[in-house]
């Protein structure tokens, strides 16, 4: 028999329950959540550490009563060191469930696990013999701890609350277990109207966040084009060695980010707690003083080598130990499986390099590490620091061809230390001279899609931090086109004079990507590009001319450079490493003041709370959308005004019976916050269509028709209606449909496409010797495939290199509204359409019937023949099209770059989808089964 292990040092993270194993795409298990139910608390374990906030997956629960055990076992570690943590075993025993062990992580995490699930069955027995509607009880914080605020959206006035949920930090001094004062008081409802003695002061705010982030034009356009995808990619590797102490998600209850802001909406004391931390955070002068510490940022682009050589040179070279490290390495693997989110075997022979190299002279933990394909971040801090370290949150975005292939993009690691917020990113941005324009686009589309989501707050954007620092191979080169030019004013070192052709300065003095960043002087020489192994400048035959790419640039305040050097020592790649060294001033609280302004602010609170209600004025409530299309962004705003005399928390709400505030296809931004009276803030309505809201605007199902319920707390609703006319699109159109139009999307009556969808169905049968006989493919997919095969088949990485967005919009107005003798664009902009085209089908070309069956047949090519030839006529023979021009392509791979297994695995994630139930769960084994059949296509003869 199994025991079930949660250990965290696995860079798999597998948690296995009485043999069961829970997989979720190599992320960290999370331990802990507590549901009461019918005055029962349950224990319910949980496997995935974002599903927290989107879509919990409780995979066993047992029972807190009278007969449930919790021991802890004696065996555990002594050492924290930085390969391996303390590990503590727990063992767990409710009335009906079978034995389970857990393993924690460290000392805190198990002394704050059993006072927190003791408390709960302490709770549980007490209110078993209290009459049904009595109000639950309310903890008090273990003596000599910090105390934590309830966790946003709680209700002392509820049964479903999880207020005794927060993490209380024990006492250093006792490592044994103990239990603290458990029942504290009761908050009765009359107490509302009387001025309140003030409750122990929660932890100090961090800076307000008035909701999301929303782009300016100094930083991003927003999310153009691109799909909006979720928070977190697929299959990314992300592992969290440490946790925080004093505000872990990992402890969290496991409710949705919908039925946490619901809680919210029907709780005084939740908006309360958020109206307090939001006063406190905007009188933090008045309690916080700044401290400098040290802060090592390193980037290195390694083309694929592995360490053959110390690094002691790059991360020790000073003499004072750093108190953070934040290191990102670029093309770790260039292997092809690589760029599919597949392991590299190279991640942890780097790790073990860095952890070998690191200061000498203190001792480090390491509190977060991620990876997307090549791109990896790890950071580490001094162990004297870790229990000043929470809110720890990774992220990652690809910006490669379909965001399927991440050999592109950014990958970033944000926490707080003390009071101050930090977010490291680290990117690899598109190569090529002239392709700067791409690397913008790759900036902003990083910026606009990277957020991080913690339970207490809304999502965070990157540049919602105190501190931003920005490392990476940026790969922006220099408008000198004669090598031998550069190389000369390098050797008579005018490095200055280069700098003014330099690229990311150009984009930088024209605003036009890292606008407010900042980048000390450069007084080194280009890190790019040299023979491996040498410091010779590239002798190849493409001779690439030297370009400074690898950099580091901050944004925020009390940050002083220090060191900006490259480390000439290490010649494993073709690329130098880069470091700089920052003091950065942190904000840390004074105790006693901090309690003296909390006071101050309650007894304010209570004073206002009796005197006045909240209230907004709007200077608009109704917004009409023209012309909506596929994939193109519109914005409107209007601007909400406090015209009350108190501060005001405000959010969108669902509607009744909604799970979400709004339509798949519309959003508001901030979505929640808080105004301070004749405070004025603006809110952005986007509509954007995506794939995933496309088809039922096709169809006619759905339309540019909603009403939002901007919500005040203790106030009343404000209704906001949003209307608009879409324009079908050819994109997110079924196959059938398509095959039975002669014209543009566009000329189609709408009533006419309705009619077209809604029969479809019966086109599914062979429809031959009807008189309106249909295409035999969709004119769309030969005029893409067309202009492919006919000017692209030589064209240098082909289906690796995304399009550009202006291109992409183009194409697709082109295919919706004419029917182009030639299509706009550069062929990579025509290919990744293809793509796009291919993944916003309603149903894949392998029909979703036929998925599992697929899956079996995948080792048998006869048998993979036959399914095809039961698909619908449409699908049949655009699948045959298909696969006919892709190997027409591998014909010439020596100049397009392409290979089977590349273009396998990329059709394959298009062509055979799993149904949408099955959408989550295809596992790595399926999807291999699924490239296996386009494979077999691809490596068969034309004639098949």
Known sequence: MM?????????????????????????????????????????????????????????????????????????????????????IRIRLKGERTPELHLELQDDVHSQSFLQHVTKAKQQAEKKSSLPRKMEPVVPVPVKDSVPVPPQRGTSKSTSNNISNSTLVKPSNTDSSFSLATDFGFEEKKNQKNRIRDPPPPPLPPL????????????????????????????????????????????????????????????????????????????????????????????????NGQSPDSSLEPWLSSDPDPPDVYALGFQELDLSTEAFFYMDSSKEQLWVDAVERSLHPKARYIR???????????????????????????????????????????GVAVRFVFHNTSFCFVNSHLAAHVDDFERRNQDYKDICARMSFHLLEYPPINIVKHDVVIWLGDLNYRLCLPEAGEVKRLIAEKELRRLQE??????????????????????????????????????????????????????????????????????????????????????????????????????????RMENDFLPSLSLTRREFIFENVKFRQLQRQSFLITNDGQVACTFAFIPKLNDSQYCKTWLRAEPSEGVLDPNEKMEIFLEVYVSKDSVTLLNSGEDKIEDILVLHLDRGKDYFITVTGNYLPSCFGTSLETLCRMKKPIREIPITKLIDLEKSRINFLLESAGTEDKPLKIPKEVWLLVNHLYTKACQQEDLFQTPGLQDELQNIIDCL????????????????????????????????YELYQRCLECSHDSRLCKQLISQLPRAHRNVFRYLMAFLRELLKHSIDNNLNANLLATLFASLLIRPPPNLAGKQSPHDRQKTNDFILGFLMAGDED
């Open 207 to 302: 800076p307000p966040r008035k909701g999301t982030y929303t782009p300016s034009t100094n930083h991003t356009t927003g999310p153009t084009t691109k799909e909006r995808p979720p928070s977190a990619q697929n299959s990314i590797p992300v592992r969290n060695e440490f946790q925080s102490v004093d505000r872990s998600a990992s402890w969290s209850d496991s409710q949705s980010n919908y039925t946490m802001r619901q809680a919210m909406m029907s709780s005084h004391a939740g908006s309360r707690e958020g109206l307090l931390k939001y006063r406190l955070s905007k009188k933090e002068k008045e309690y916080v003083d700044i401290k400098n510490f040290r802060f090592f940022i390193g980037t290195w682009n390694v």
């Open 3 to 87: 025991e079930p292990s949660f250990g965290i040092s696995d860079s798999k993270c597998v948690a296995t329950v009485r043999g069961h194993e829970l997989r979720n795409g190599q992320k960290e298990p999370r331990l802990l959540s507590l549901l009461e139910c019918s005055g029962q608390f349950k224990l319910d374990i949980l496997a995935n550490p974002e599903a927290i906030v989107l879509s919990p997956v409780p995979q066993l629960s047992i029972p807190i009563n009278n007969h449930f055990q919790l021991v802890r076992e004696a065996e555990e570690a002594l050492l924290i060191d930085i390969s391996c943590n303390t590990t």
């Open 501 to 606: 052709y330099d690229q990311l300065n150009i984009q930088r003095k024209t605003k036009r990507a890292f606008t407010d960043f900042m980048e000390g002087e450069i007084n080194f020489t280009p890190t790019y590009k040299y023979d491996a192994k040498s410091d010779r400048w590239d002798s190849s035959g493409k001779c690439r001319v030297p370009a400074w790419c690898d950099r580091i640039l901050w944004r925020g305040s009390n940050v002083k450079q220090l060191h900006y050097r490259s480390h000439m020592e290490l010649k494993t790649s073709d690329h130098k490493p880069v470091s700089s060294v920052f003091s950065i001033g942190v904000k840390m609280v004074i105790e006693q003041r901090y309690k003296k302004v909390f006071e101050e602010i309650v007894r304010d609170m209570d």
């Open 816 to 847: 919706d509204t004419s029917i182009p003798e030639s299509i706009p664009g550069s062929n990579h902009s025509v290919a990744e359409a293809l793509l796009i085209f291919l993944e916003a089908l309603p149903e894949p070309v392998l029909c």
């Open 367 to 409: 509190i977060r590490i991620i990876r997307l394909v090549g791109m990896m971040l790890v950071v580490y801090v001094n162990k004297e620091h870790k229990h000043h370290i929470r809110e720890v949150a990774s992220e990652s975005v690809g910006t490669g061809l379909m965001n399927k292939m991440g050999n592109k993009g």
